[in-house]
């Protein structure tokens, strides 16, 4: 005899208010909604539950049957959405299943709120007897209390503030365990704006809830799976050695010779003097050296594997150049050979062949990867290569004519783009000043601390103008994936790389649009959907 | 007050009853007396008392008979529909459960396919019978 088979029989992808049943046909229910405004990870998100008495025996018959009516009966229920929706009703929390027996409701609302990073944890959560169709209702109160949630600034260059809250971003399916991330909203919830972003949630840090009961006494207790740096991870600007060298320019040296009716003047060009004030002087940039951007283990997410262990996405950039920036070579040859009449002082040029010049060649290499992992292994990478040559040739005979010409050459994941520009006078003395660029396809932007706490909008530069910015794609609480979007005149392209999931990755890339955000991971059966342009959930 | 006549049939009546009476016990006792000798002539109440004390002998029996061999003929039978009594022995109908709240559950139940939800399943119920006597219905318990 099969066991009795009931629950909920309804299961597949929602979308647009229907369930994909198996059979093909669909079923009418409500789409998880967001809590927060515009943060559209919380309309896939996706938690598995599983009673410790779970379980589905079906005759070949019954199976038969329910394949043809579209119906799954699976041992295992799926919270949807972050107001986590079961059978077609808002739980609004999770299902602790106590080793008694008993199942009591886990509110989020008590959980999910906001807080000050600095002060201590303490937050009351009323649980209530779950799944019971006899007996009295009962409730029971736990605090969830922590003295210390480790979560003082790493760099106090870029503080990131105490202001932030809580969600939940995964469970064990008995529910006797949650982590409870610790974010801010990458657009601020106030002032209340229209704006959003793909990665909507930047996590400081990782919470652990652990609930146990005793004789029907259920108590928790809270411990930091992840402090603020270690989500941080750690960051290395390096800027490599700039020297500044000046010169003095020094009068051309002359011999006269009396010719009788007039002077036959030589002008000799002289080099330039390391010291003294006899001229003008001229001063440049010299060095170079390694350059250094490098983020690593910045991490993302967070999530529970199937073996009830911790398994952490995280995103890793480097960025690093070599530049030699060489002191000039300097060439003063020539002379100005010219006759002044003793009567009126006229001048006659007999002959010019003067030239001094500083002359150099400057070049640079650079290499880039922005890498997301899971578990350490690598799931998406974006590479770049780059190089740039600038041979110059500055005048010292017509003070600020520069004779320039930048090779440049990008490549992005294959794709190379390469300019050759011929730079007119007009060209910036950077190339002689103190402060090279010499990460010109790469931004980043501001402090290592602060490149560290946004882990997100790093900008690849192509020479043409066109730009590619890389940021993480929050598809839900446990999907998550690069988003490159190209910038090209007036025209966005986006692409999504692979995404890791709890386990797992999907090393599909695809063209997306930009409102093609929304994806939802099944933990019961590992499939994925992504890159839609409406919201979906597993049900 | 009744008459002297009235009396002196009343007297009558009294003596003739009791006469009538007295007749009728000695009869009776005559032929207790009468059957008491015929069972001690014929020994009978000997032999129950022997037999009492002694086992009784198997009785031969014969074999039984073997029907004819072919077929039987066809015949026609009646009979009449009876209804069953409301009451002999057993449980007498209908049954009914007097107290709710007399029921005993057992500890889990039947869990639903996930194993969150949980309906209640019976371990007895206490009926009781038309004749008032309680019946006990006593259910397995659910193995998931």
Redesign the interface.
């Known amino acids: 005899m099969t066991?009795?088979?009931?629950?909920?029989?309804w299961r597949g992808l929602l979308v647009g208010g229907q369930i994909q049943l198996p059979n093909g046909s669909t079923k009418a229910a409500t789409q998880p909604t967001v809590i927060n405004a515009r943060h559209w990870d919380e309309m896939g998100a996706t938690f598995l539950?599983?009673?410790?008495?779970?379980?589905?025996s079906r005759s070949a018959e019954e199976l038969a049957a329910d394949t043809a009516a579209g119906r799954t009966?699976?041992?295992?229920?799926i919270l949807s959405g972050q107001r986590m929706r079961?059978y077609g009703k808002n739980l609004a929390g999770w299902?602790y299943?106590a080793p008694d027996?008993a199942?009591w409701r886990v509110p989020t609302s008590a959980i999910m709120v906001p807080i000050t990073t600095s002060a201590p944890l303490s937050l009351n959560v009323t649980l209530r007897k779950?799944?019971?169709?006899?007996g009295a209702d009962a409730t029971q109160v736990v605090t969830l209390a922590l003295a210390d949630l480790q979560q003082a600034d790493p760099d106090p260059s870029y503080s990131a503030g105490t202001a932030a809250y809580l969600t939940v971003c995964d469970i064990t399916p008995d529910g006797s365990k949650a982590l409870l991330m610790i974010y801010q909203p990458v657009v601020p919830f106030s002032p209340p704006s229209t704006a959003w972003h793909p990665m909507h949630k930047r996590p400081l840090g990782w919470l652990e809830v652990s609930l146990a009961s005793v004789d029907g006494v259920v108590s928790a207790t809270v411990t930091v799976a992840r402090s603020r740096a270690q989500t941080m991870g750690t960051a290395s600007f390096i800027d490599g050695n700039i020297t500044t060298a000046e010169g003095y320019i020094q009068p051309d040296a002359l011999v006269r010779a009396d010719m009788g009716t007039y002077y036959e003047d030589t002008l000799t060009v002289q080099p330039l003097a390391a010291t003294g004030d006899l001229g003008s002087r001229l001063d440049w940039g010299e060095g170079g050296g390694a350059y250094e951007r490098v983020i690593s283990g910045r991490v993302l997410a967070l999530w529970y594997t199937a073996a009830g262990g911790l398994e952490e996405v995280a995103i890793n950039m480097s960025a690093t150049a070599s530049a030699t920036n060489p002191p000039p070579t300097e060439s003063a040859t020539g002379s100005l050979v010219q006759h002044v009449q003793k009567s009126d002082g006229a001048v006659t040029i007999i002959s010019d062949d003067r030239e001094h010049y500083l002359a150099r060649t400057s070049v640079a290499s650079e290499a880039f990867s922005y890498t997301l992992t899971r578990a350490g292994t690598i799931i998406d990478q974006v590479t770049a290569v780059a190089s740039t040559s600038i041979p110059q040739t500055r005048w010292v005979t017509a003070l600020g004519s520069i004779d320039a010409t930048e090779n440049d050459s990008v490549t992005v994941d294959g794709e190379t783009n390469t300019r050759s520009l011929v730079l007119g006078s007009t060209f910036p003395a950077a190339l002689y000043s103190a402060s090279p660029q010499w990460f010109p396809w790469v931004s980043i932007g501001g402090s290592a601390a602060e490149g560290l706490y946004r882990a997100t909008d790093i900008t690849l530069l192509f020479p043409s103008g066109t730009t590619i910015t890389l940021t993480p794609l929050r598809y839900s609480n446990n999907l998550i994936a690069i988003r490159r979007d190209r910038h090209e005149g007036a025209a966005h392209s986006y692409t999504h790389g692979p995404a890791a999931f709890p386990g797992g990755s999907d090393p599909s890339s695809a063209a997306a649009s930009l409102d093609a955000v929304y994806g939802s991971y099944n933990p019961a059966t590992g499939e994925v959907v992504r890159d839609s342009t409406q919201p979906v959930c597993w049900i | 007050m009744a008459t002297l006549e009235q009396q002196r049939r009343a007297n009558g009546e009294r003596i003739q009853n009791e006469r009538r009476a007295n007749g009728e016990r000695i009869e009776a006792e005559r032929r207790a007396i009468g059957n008491r000798m015929v069972e001690e002539r014929t020994g009978k109440s000997v032999a129950d008392d022997l037999n009492r004390l002694t086992t009784p002998q198997q009785q031969r029996r014969s074999l039984p008979t073997v029907p004819t061999v072919g077929a039987v003929p066809a015949g026609k039978g009646r009979g009449e529909y009876v209804p069953k009594a409301a009451t002999t022995a057993g449980i007498a109908s209908p049954i009914s459960e007097p107290d709710y709240t007399a029921r005993a559950w057992w500890p889990g139940g039947i869990p639903s396919t996930d194993g969150l939800l949980m309906l209640p399943a019976a371990k007895t119920i206490v009926m009781s019978d038309a004749n008032g006597a309680e019946v006990m219905f006593e259910y397995a318990e659910p193995t998931p």
């Open positions: 066991r009795p088979a009931w629950g909920n029989p539950q599983r009673g410790p008495l779970a379980g589905v009966w699976r041992a295992d229920a079961l299902i299943c027996g199942r779950f799944g019971e169709f006899s």
